[in-house]
């Protein structure tokens, strides 16, 4: 039997600090480097127990843990809500997790969301309090325990931190998870430990490690044993073109053994591969797979787990976040690859937008996302964006424009396409962090909603009145002309007017103001008006008042939904409005003033 490392899946919200914490301790600085700062997809870091044992010193001694286990392997998962899916992943293939969190902010949404995976998988975590040194007060001491700065604190400062720790102690009760400052848990097996640290200076990341090393050796030991003939399970990262190795996958290897000539079975766009590993490249210690600088060094087998580049023939239609599965005679790895494929459900409709992303589970977080915000998917595709995309979103916009927009994660448009998406007038929603692209979407949408809205409102016929100037009659009628002044709301040509009983005087063909035509006049205004119908003396005299006669369906689409648009005195004039119909019309009786 083999003992491996155990797997540390670190999981919290955006910007808490993740990929921080495992940039101190493998001393890099990936975080920075990547889009937004946030981590877009699951890296992998083996840290060798070499490395453990030179940041805890002699802290580790102290606490008596035993040279058991080969290190740590840590898994950095994306922090923010649309990866719910990929950190399920993460959180099935953990022995152990950091659930990181900002301890000034506490936890947020995606923070609760960490919680729910790791009681879905029952997995064993501790909490990690970062950024600590931003509390008001605090003196930093570089690469110390937390115990050791902790005692070096003011009291206020100290009383400062227990109040923070406090408060996460009592969101995890009303979670139901009993918790505690470390120092102060009296059983790691039932009660959650809270470690806080700054990822900045590496104060308490020494707490951190020792921790993890001793659960793992206290609750893991059978979990962490694999038999020496045990065959590999991993998943694809990435697919990268590499200078004379060719096409290779980089892969993380969480369970059993992966032997050079080994034959692997992977996930192809339409099909499942079956091909030979030719070589196996192993990262350097404490290199980010994403990120390794130096040469691999080439090994012929491999214990889990582990990140390892993989060189092998046919590589190029293989799926960024396939399975991988090492096949053996009698064995249907086939049939449980593709078990594992139809597990990511990606239901498509008739009608909805067209989504495109750089890998299988990147392709999972977004549509999952867009489930979650009821947005309908017409397509979910891997890739770049193809000319038969942009059709189909052309099509799709020609239906419904707000579904005929292409949501694309980390790719690019062909170069054949572009003049198509020019001439359809196609919109991308495009970036390298997922949930820009969602809320780029949702702003779109609201904008393009007040822009139809106000479309609708202008078509709507909204309440007015005028009063015919005495003795500024310069036509009795065909057309009657006179001068009239607005005295509420907003006059437009072709409204209808009705007098103070509701009875239909005619309905406006022109407006002028020193020679100019006027679609519109608002209230204030004097101008001459044309009334197709009106004839002097049926109905109406000179100095009366008439209202706009406003049609009850465009009443109701007032009242219903745009109610906060009209101006006080576009009420007044409603309400006389509906007064008057009230009068004549009994149906109009049931429909209330309009308050």
């Given at each position: 039997?083999?003992?491996?490392?155990?797997?540390?899946?670190?999981?919290?919200?955006?910007?808490?600090?993740?990929?921080?914490?495992?940039?101190?301790?493998?001393?890099?600085?990936?975080?920075?480097?990547?889009?937004?700062?946030?981590?877009?997809?699951?890296?992998?870091?083996?840290?060798?127990?070499?490395?453990?044992?030179?940041?805890?010193?002699?802290?580790?001694?102290?606490?008596?843990?035993?040279?058991?286990?080969?290190?740590?392997?840590?898994?950095?998962?994306?922090?923010?809500?649309?990866?719910?899916?990929?950190?399920?992943?993460?959180?099935?293939?953990?022995?152990?997790?950091?659930?990181?969190?900002?301890?000034?902010?506490?936890?947020?949404?995606?923070?609760?969301?960490?919680?729910?995976?790791?009681?879905?998988?029952?997995?064993?975590?501790?909490?990690?309090?970062?950024?600590?040194?931003?509390?008001?007060?605090?003196?930093?001491?570089?690469?110390?325990?937390?115990?050791?700065?902790?005692?070096?604190?003011?009291?206020?400062?100290?009383?400062?931190?227990?109040?923070?720790?406090?408060?996460?102690?009592?969101?995890?009760?009303?979670?139901?998870?009993?918790?505690?400052?470390?120092?102060?848990?009296?059983?790691?097996?039932?009660?959650?430990?809270?470690?806080?640290?700054?990822?900045?200076?590496?104060?308490?990341?020494?707490?951190?490690?020792?921790?993890?090393?001793?659960?793992a050796q206290e609750y893991l030991k059978k979990q962490l044993l694999i038999a020496e003939n045990s065959p590999?399970?991993?998943?694809?990262?990435?697919?990268?073109?590499?200078?004379?190795?060719?096409?290779?996958?980089?892969?993380?290897?969480?369970?059993?053994?992966?032997?050079?000539?080994?034959?692997i079975v992977l996930v192809e766009k339409d099909s499942v591969l079956t091909t030979k590993i030719r070589s196996?490249?192993k990262t350097n210690p404490l290199e980010e797979m994403r990120e390794a600088k130096n040469r691999f060094k080439?090994?012929?087998?491999?214990?889990?787990?582990?990140?390892?580049?993989?060189?092998?023939?046919?590589?190029?239609?293989?799926?960024?976040?396939?399975?991988?599965?090492?096949?053996?005679?009698?064995?249907?790895?086939?049939?449980?690859?593709?078990?594992?494929?139809?597990?990511?459900?990606?239901?498509?409709?008739?009608?909805?937008?067209?989504?495109?992303?750089?890998?299988?589970?990147?392709?999972?977080?977004?549509?999952?996302?867009?489930?979650?915000?009821?947005?309908?998917?017409?397509?979910?595709?891997?890739?770049?964006?193809?000319?038969?995309?942009?059709?189909?979103?052309?099509?799709?916009?020609?239906?419904?424009?707000?579904?005929?927009?292409?949501?694309?994660?980390?790719?690019?448009?062909?170069?054949?396409?572009?003049?198509?998406?020019?001439?359809?007038?196609?919109?991308?929603?495009?970036?390298?962090?997922?949930?820009?692209?969602?809320?780029?979407?949702?702003?779109?949408?609201?904008?393009?909603?007040?822009?139809?809205?106000?479309?609708?409102?202008?078509?709507?016929?909204?309440?007015?009145?005028?009063?015919?100037?005495?003795?500024?009659?310069?036509?009795?009628?065909?057309?009657?002309?006179?001068?009239?002044?607005?005295?509420?709301?907003?006059?437009?040509?072709?409204?209808?007017?009705?007098?103070?009983?509701?009875?239909?005087?005619?309905?406006?063909?022109?407006?002028?103001?020193?020679?100019?035509?006027?679609?519109?006049?608002?209230?204030?205004?004097?101008?001459?008006?044309?009334?197709?119908?009106?004839?002097?003396?049926?109905?109406?005299?000179?100095?009366?008042?008439?209202?706009?006669?406003?049609?009850?369906?465009?009443?109701?689409?007032?009242?219903?939904?745009?109610?906060?648009?009209?101006?006080?005195?576009?009420?007044?004039?409603?309400?006389?409005?509906?007064?008057?119909?009230?009068?004549?019309?009994?149906?109009?009786?049931?429909?209330?003033?309009?308050?």
């Open positions: 039997m083999k003992i491996r490392s155990p797997i540390v899946s670190v999981l919290g919200h955006v910007d808490h600090g993740k990929t921080s914490l495992l940039d101190f301790i493998r001393g890099s600085t990936i975080a920075s480097r990547e889009a937004g700062g946030i981590t877009q997809h699951i890296g992998a870091t083996e840290i060798p127990i070499g490395t453990i044992n030179k940041i805890c010193g002699k802290f580790i001694k102290k606490l008596e843990i035993a040279d058991t286990l080969p290190g740590l392997f840590f898994i950095d998962t994306p922090g923010h809500a649309a990866f719910t899916s990929l950190r399920k992943r993460g959180g099935a293939l953990a022995d152990l997790a950091i659930l990181i969190l900002d301890i000034n902010e506490g936890f947020k949404p995606q923070t609760f969301e960490a919680l729910k995976i790791l009681r879905l998988y029952k997995t064993p975590f501790i909490i990690v309090a970062n950024k600590v040194d931003k509390l008001f007060g605090w003196n930093s001491n570089p690469n110390s325990s937390f115990s050791e700065s902790l005692s070096k604190q003011a009291k206020s400062v100290q009383q400062e931190v227990d109040t923070h720790i406090y408060g996460i102690v009592g969101t995890l009760h009303k979670e139901g998870f009993q918790s505690e400052r470390f120092d102060r848990v009296t059983d790691f097996a039932s009660q959650v430990s809270i470690i806080p640290i700054s990822a900045k200076s590496g104060e308490g990341i020494i707490e951190v490690l020792a921790l993890l090393l001793g659960l590999a399970k991993g998943s694809v990262l990435e697919i990268k073109e590499e200078q004379g190795l060719g096409l290779t996958i980089d892969v993380i290897i969480y369970d059993g053994v992966l032997k050079k000539d080994d034959e196996i490249l080439k090994v012929d087998e491999v214990v889990a787990a582990a990140g390892v580049k993989i060189v092998a023939p046919n590589l190029e239609n293989v799926v960024s976040g396939s399975p991988l599965r090492v096949h053996q005679l009698g064995s249907n790895v086939e049939e449980e690859i593709l078990q594992e494929i139809e597990d990511i459900t990606i239901n498509t409709d008739n009608d909805g937008v067209l989504v495109k992303a750089d890998t299988l589970g990147s392709l999972e977080a977004i549509v999952n996302l867009l489930k979650e915000l009821g947005i309908p998917i017409r397509t979910a595709d891997i890739g770049d964006i193809s000319r038969r995309d942009i059709v189909n979103a052309s099509i799709v916009a020609k239906e419904n424009l707000k579904h005929g927009v292409i949501l694309a994660f980390n790719v690019k448009i062909h170069n054949k396409a572009m003049k198509d998406l020019n001439e359809n007038n196609i919109k991308i929603f495009s970036s390298n962090v997922i949930y820009q692209i969602t809320e780029d979407y949702e702003q779109w949408l609201k904008e393009l909603e007040e822009s139809q809205k106000k479309q609708w409102l202008d078509a709507i016929v909204k309440p007015a009145k005028i009063r015919i100037i005495p003795k500024l009659v310069f036509r009795q009628s065909k057309p009657f002309i006179s001068g009239v002044e607005v005295l509420n709301g907003t006059i437009k040509q072709n409204y209808s007017l009705m007098n103070k009983e509701g009875q239909l005087i005619g309905q406006i063909e022109s407006m002028q103001d020193k020679g100019e035509n006027l679609p519109f006049i608002h209230r204030g205004q004097k101008v001459a008006m044309s009334i197709k119908g009106g004839v002097l003396g049926k109905g109406f005299e000179e100095g009366d008042e008439l209202h706009v006669d406003i049609p009850e369906k465009h009443y109701k689409i007032l009242v219903k939904e745009f109610k906060d648009k009209l101006t006080e005195d576009e009420f007044e004039a409603l309400n006389e409005i509906l007064d008057i119909k009230q009068r004549i019309e009994p149906k109009w009786g049931e429909l209330g003033l309009f308050e």
